[in-house]
């Protein structure tokens, strides 16, 4: 049923990707010194002077997060006129919340994630670029403007950072490696935990807040604490982008991030760069079983998202192992989130 | 009994500041690319491969921090042999955690904070450099190497924003102008809220880390949750670094920063551009009478900060009130740390 590619065709739908994510993000830079201007030494004008800012900085976003899936949407309906299209300003337009993905081939784009980040210039924002066939993101691309770095992936072509800085270098995900790649022991002891609160912050004891704040007090406590479920993990960490949670595993800079409530905008590159350097990705809720339900593979719309970082084998303990066993301790400190979703 | 400097003393040693952290940071990045080294497209090798990593990535890390405090140290004796310097390993090493900053011409350095993150190449950590003098710092420079971005300041010549990247142009802070520089009447609702879990998590209810979750809480909760502490705060960010925190604060992408357990070299720098860029910073712990109680000026050695951005007038409030309204509003819902600190 599903239409399929050979292996030259996907490099230059990759290709093609990893140009359009540094183009989109080029427009939001361009959102960026709308709002910041560009000052000499010399200027004048202190705190609030208001003298840089011509418009209003949340018209400017919404303006210019409307503008980059408008041409992302336009470049891909030319290039690849017979490609469905799913958009988060598109999407979020409509009425509907149902899972709209099927077999055929799907670019799903978010044009900034992080807008929250993006209004404030704090540089955790992206683009967002993937390529799903038969409901599988078989690449992915993620752009960060303001670090002029990209983490992207093709399908058995591997996982790859282009960071414009550094010396221009291209690196195979995950950066991470060596010793370093081998999860700690005492997981989740030893891991960089990341995580977010999200928008729901009902004050209510069954609701999604108090089941993320228990869940993130287990993984944060001493070994021994809250009732044996102590985590006692390194750092915890909320960026504000699941989008860049997720690439930050790839990379291996987090080992474990747990989340509820994205869309598949936010993660679908995310999860196409993450397996392909390596990483483990399922759901967030805890089976009845921790210790020994199987480990399902993530569903793209299911808004419920555990990754593990890509690992490596030590004595004993193949790598995809020891991601199951982070896997099962995650789930043994966390509560089951609720998120509902039409379709999935 | 101070020294004092001219204008143009002052500007000289911002000056070298300036290049030092840059040059600081370029060391720093030798570490990254000791660790990641530099792979072409084409070349073998999957994930834990370990060829790629010669040494031990924590010693590596280790020799690298030593490295920068010496070679920071070591430029600073050579060009100002008659300054006294406090750095973080140095001081580390050493078995008093007194408070040994004086009148006399003091630099102040973390030659590298969020070790964490360095250690696993996220791109949140910097060099930190202050130059303190009567205990006040006026020269601060933080650089990011992974960003090529440094915040800066000089005690009445501005604080600036110099990124490598976005064309390489210089920008005063904070960055967030116009209408953002307003802060938001129902602050801390609509406020970007920086803190950090911190290394103390002992599961304990008069412990630290149970104060701190019960402050974040507050600050994160619905309006009217929380027995009426809510705050319904727009974001949560944790980073891991103190410095950075600061540094995001100056440039008006986080609203509110509040942590203990700091200590000076994880703040002086972050202490001066703030200031220099028009923010407020106080301590962390509410007084008797949060609604009325003075607003005392930091003390740098106190382990205990609440920092707010710059904020520009509104009809009816000057951009100093409306922060102490937001430090006031703040108080009102975090707890009282509990860092001893001999001497300060």
Redesign the interface.
Known sequence: MAQTFSASELKQIYDFALDLGRRAGRIL?EG??K???????R?E??????Q??KM???DIVTQTDLDVEAFVKGEIERVYPGHKFIGEETYSAGSSKEYLIDASPTWVVDPLDGT??Y?????MFCVSIAFVLNHVPIIGVIYQP???TTYSSLVGYGA?QD?????G????L?????????LPREAPKGC?FSC??GKD???TAGGN?WRK?DS??NM???I???GGK?G?V???????SATLDLA?IA????DIWWEGGCWEWDVAAGIAILRE??GLITTANPPANPETDPIEEVRLGSRLYLAIR????SEGET?RQAQERVVRETWKRVRALDYARPGA
Request: hydrophobic residues 35%; glycine residues 22%.
């Open positions: 830079i960026v010194e709002r910041t201007g560009d000052v000499g030494e200027e004008g202190g705190v609030g002077g208001g840089r800012e209003n900085a949340v929250v980040n209004t404030h210039l704090f540089p303001l670090l002029d790859w960071d414009g800085k550094v010396g270098k291209r690196k195979r995950p950066l991470v490696n060596g010793p370093k790649a081998v960089i977010e609160w912050r009902r004050d807040m704040v993130f007090v944060a406590a001493e021994g604490g809250r102590g006692m390194h750092g915890m960490r909320s960026l504000g930050y990379a291996g800079s987090f350097a390596g890509p690992a490596g084998d790598g």
